[in-house]
């Protein structure tokens, strides 16, 4: 498992405890940066975004390009919409979107 996020330096100490377990990976990441985003994305069956919703929309189609499952904490029923539009690509990918969970 992959925890990404742009600042480590206020971890929650139930991750400190949790730093030198070879099942997670800490990645600082900075979500405005789509290349690294999708990089990041790269073999991973599954991305759950809990970004501010108007990341979502770029997210989706990281994680569909990646093939990877997508869902996140939704927060714009304009983004969401936008997001079910993806619905053809993402199964013609394997993938699952969930938005608005």
């Known amino acids: 498992m992959t925890l990404a996020d742009c600042d480590f330096t206020k971890t929650p ?3 400190n405890a949790s730093r030198n377990n070879p099942r997670l990976t800490l990645l600082t990441l900075d979500a405005r940066d789509s290349v690294a985003a999708r990089q990041a994305m790269e073999g991973c069956t599954a991305v759950m975004c809990a970004l501010p919703y108007y990341f979502n929309l770029e997210m989706t189609r990281l994680a569909i390009d990646a093939g990877a499952h997508f869902a996140d904490l939704g927060g714009n029923t304009e983004i ?7 619905d053809a690509e993402a199964k ?4 699952s979107v969930g938005p608005d969970c």
């Open 92 to 95: 013609a990918t394997g993938v």
């Open 13 to 15: 100490s139930f991750l």
């Open 80 to 86: 969401v919409s936008k997001q079910k539009q993806l």
